[in-house]
């Protein structure tokens, strides 16, 4: 229980209304008008999606290696199973490299997805793997490595300099303006796991400029930045996230009884919950154990991720397998490149819950 201190002391300060400093009150959502938008939207279910055929964000969105024929066949996939949702990240130096073809790669994927019955979440800023992004030709995946070719957005030291924010205020507006009364986008994540790869309160300036940047565009889809970390070291994230979403994410990846606490805990808010990262088998987070727990808590389900592909997460943070083979047990991932599932009963499991009213 002691890791879950800091997450608790956010929530007495939320209630209490200490360090409004950090609460960017301008157009937040109230909770009323964030509990009516979740009332009128189906059970949130689906996974975090990029194709197989792309080892980041920018081999997804640049313009020599966007890949719709894939894009098209893998949401086939999920629609199938009953996903009605996908995470999908971008990337501002795909956008810095060509803003109107990156934008035109956008519009053609939310086209692919309300093909097949699927809403997404975008996601704006990401602090997780690799601190140097770069345009143009990215690498080869390394074998049995998990994310190898992961790139942070905008990137270490990009993020904490703040002789970067215009340009970055630029893109953000752009992007959230073009796209902000558009039906086939459901919720902007604004940043993911902010304070990650060593950065912790180093991320604080750039998260809230883009909850700022955000709210002055004022899209008719809700903020969010969702809690992830649990320490003290992110305290002072945790505050600017929790005080500022329109409604509640989190990412958890252990088993159901550390998850119910996180559950309980962020119910506090009184605002509607989506889990935008969930499942890693080998750590006993499993479709099995936790999607129906998720189901009864009216919680969203987001799972990481959906084809095994060229970001080889279906091996574990942190333990290669330097041969490449595939793992005992996979970490990620619901289908192969063929579309045929990991688990059968996994899948079963998946339209089961997701047909439910």
């Avoid at 999908?88 to 519009?107: C, E, I, T």
């Avoid at 143009?136 to 002789?163: I, Y």
């Avoid at 940047?213 to 600017?240: C, D, H, M, Y």
């Amino acid at each position: 229980m002691k890791k879950y201190f800091t997450i608790l002391t956010v929530i007495l300060i939320v209630s209490s209304g200490f360090s409004q400093e950090k609460n960017i009150k301008n157009n937040k959502w109230t909770i009323e008008k964030a509990t009516n938008w979740y009332n009128a939207n189906q059970w949130i279910i689906g996974a975090n999606f990029v194709p197989s055929t792309a080892i980041n964000q920018l081999e997804m969105w640049q313009e020599n290696s966007f890949d719709a024929a894939t894009i098209d066949r893998e949401l086939q996939y999920a629609q199938e199973i009953g996903f009605n949702t996908m995470r999908v990240y971008l990337h501002s130096l795909a956008y810095k490299a060509d803003p109107k073809g990156f934008k035109k790669r956008v519009n053609n994927y939310l086209q692919l997805a309300n093909k097949h019955n699927i809403k997404t979440i975008l996601v704006i800023f990401d602090d997780v793997w690799d601190k140097s992004p770069k345009i143009g030709k990215q690498p080869e995946p390394k074998p049995g490595t998990h994310n190898s070719g992961w790139v942070q957005d905008p990137g270490d030291p990009a993020s904490r300099e703040v002789s970067n924010f215009p340009e970055l205020e630029i893109y953000v507006k752009d992007i959230i303006g073009t796209f902000k009364d558009d039906k086939r986008v459901l919720i902007w994540d604004l940043y993911n796991e902010p304070g990650n790869s060593d950065k912790f309160s180093a991320s604080v300036p750039l998260l809230e400029k883009v909850f700022v940047w955000a709210r002055e565009v004022n899209p008719s889809q809700p903020l969010t930045a969702g809690i992830w970390q649990w320490s003290k070291k992110f305290q002072e994230v945790n505050v600017i996230q929790a005080l500022n979403s329109d409604i509640i994410t989190y990412h958890h990846y252990g088993e159901p009884k550390d998850h119910e606490v996180v559950i309980n805990l962020l119910k506090t808010h009184g605002r509607p919950m989506i889990c935008t990262e969930y499942m890693a088998r080998t750590r006993n987070s499993r479709f099995s154990n936790i999607l129906p727990l998720l189901k009864n808590e009216k919680i969203g389900a987001i799972n990481w991720g959906l084809v095994a592909g060229k970001s080889n997460t279906i091996y574990e943070w942190d333990k290669p397998v330097e041969n490449g083979a595939e793992p005992v047990e996979w970490f990620h991932d619901v289908f192969r490149k063929d579309g045929t599932p990991y688990k059968q009963e996994e899948v079963d499991l998946i339209k089961k819950l997701s047909s439910e009213k």
